[in-house]
């Protein structure tokens, strides 16, 4: 009989059927249920104190770029380590970040540089939290359940992102700024109850390393080798530039453009989130009867015409349905990208490779929120709106020409059962590292 591949899922929703994905699951939905709570929570105070776009656009820049900071030790450690206690350890320094913001909020001494160097510190939390926990999903469930668990997964961060800018725009509008901080607080230490309950899959000795940077561009000769990897990436990096740096601005847009207060600013970003949600459903669904390179052009296209679209309307209420066709749009991208990057890797690569992919993706939001939120200060909302969208249009026509519209990302690993990838420092003679080359294979002795 032969063994399942890891490429292949017997089912959509599949993985539920095991303990530890499912306890995982929950535990996850609550915290990153928070953590959009405080994402929405943070601008909105900053804008309230300060009336700065370029406030909030810095805000969002520590938010998210010390993720691409700690990039080379997370994957390291989450391939050399326990990921489930590097998870436990990171999720600890984003719960007292968030306790610390709930604190000097209710003291009444709340200041910009003080909520920004809270935020800064807990994205370093982030920043280890989501290489790992990347990398730590598929050991929860065997190969043949690993589809629907990456999917699953996806799809428990965009149900998030539907419940947590609403939640919070109820909150802020009734509770205040303070409940929403403390409830993230809260939500961490369930995911870490969750965490210490859990029992993964082992992934066997990694071996042994002379120094994390070394490691690290093990990893990194090991994506670059691989066509596939490096579209997903650069793909994943041009949604995060100018697109969901958009998303992060839309308090501003909100208020500014039409003269929204804090409840509309929340009905838009979880009309974001309801349209994440609807893309992850039929990601799961219907992720393996289309094509990844499909999901991910048609993805790429509506969600760059939709910024420019957002740029021009006049009404609240259409630039509220927008939002959710952004969302669909987002997600059918990166869940096809990220999908492809989980196929596509060997094991003991797997923190590694997705700690390149996470930085790709990271980084862009912060730089684009930080020059978003400039240029908008300097020409114009909706100015700075179309010039993104027009932007990020060309760079989808240029990725496309360049990678033969998309198709890499529709390649798989071989499985694992029958073969075994060919480590970078042990590919053949002649193989060229800085032109990515499709994957190679060993058979097994």
Not at 98 to 105: I, R
Request: with cysteine.
């Amino acid at each position: 009989m032969s063994k399942p591949s890891a490429g292949r899922a017997p089912g959509g929703f599949s993985a539920f059927r095991h303990r530890d994905f499912r306890l995982f699951w929950v535990g996850a939905v609550l915290s990153n249920t928070g953590t959009w709570m405080q994402l929405v929570t943070v601008p909105y105070v900053l804008d309230q104190i300060t009336g700065s776009t370029a406030w909030v656009g810095l805000a969002a820049f520590c938010a998210f770029f010390p993720t691409t900071i700690v990039a080379p030790w997370a994957g390291s450690l989450a391939d050399r380590y326990s990921r489930r206690s590097l998870l436990i350890w990171a999720q600890s320094v984003s719960m007292l970040s968030a306790f610390g913001l709930w604190l000097l909020w209710i003291s009444g001494e709340a200041t910009p540089v003080g909520i920004v160097v809270l935020v800064l510190i807990g994205a370093v939390g982030n920043g280890f939290t989501i290489s790992a926990w990347q990398a730590f999903v598929p050991q929860l469930v065997p190969s043949e359940d690993m589809l629907s668990a990456v999917r699953l997964n996806s799809m428990n961060f965009t149900g998030a992102r539907a419940f947590g800018p609403a939640l919070a725009g109820l909150v802020l509008a009734t509770l205040g700024a303070g409940a929403a901080f403390l409830a993230n607080g809260i939500s961490f230490a369930i995911v870490i109850g969750a965490l210490l309950l859990i029992a993964p899959r082992p992934v066997g000795d990694v071996g042994k390393h002379t120094s994390v940077f070394e490691h690290f561009r093990e990893g990194l000769r090991y994506l670059r080798a691989r066509r596939v990897m490096v579209l997903a990436t650069l793909a994943a990096a041009a949604c995060s530039v100018f697109g969901i740096a958009i998303v992060q601005l839309a308090e501003p847009i909100a208020r500014d453009v039409f003269d929204a207060g804090a409840g509309k600013y929340g009905l838009m970003v979880s009309a974001y989130g309801v349209g994440a949600v609807l893309g992850s459903l039929f990601a799961v669904t219907k992720g393996d009867v289309l094509r990844r390179s499909t999901l991910t052009v048609v993805g790429l296209v509506i969600f760059a015409a939709g910024i420019v679209v957002l740029g021009v309307v006049p009404a609240f209420g259409t630039a509220v349905g927008l939002f959710t066709v952004l969302g669909i749009a987002q997600v059918l991208c990166n869940v096809s990208c990220q999908t492809a990057m989980q196929v596509n890797v060997e094991e003991q690569y797997r923190a590694r490779v997705m700690s390149i992919y996470i930085l790709g993706f990271f980084a862009g939001t912060p730089i684009g929120a930080l020059l978003a939120g400039v240029l908008a200060q300097l020409v114009g909302l909706r100015e700075m709106i179309v010039v993104f969208g027009a932007a990020f249009g060309l760079c989808v026509l240029v990725l496309g020409l360049v990678y033969r519209w998309y198709k890499p990302l529709d390649e798989s690993l071989p499985s694992i059962h029958d073969s075994h990838v060919v480590a970078p420092g042990n590919l053949p003679l002649g193989t060229d590292l800085d032109t990515p080359a499709h994957l190679v294979v060993e058979p097994l002795e």
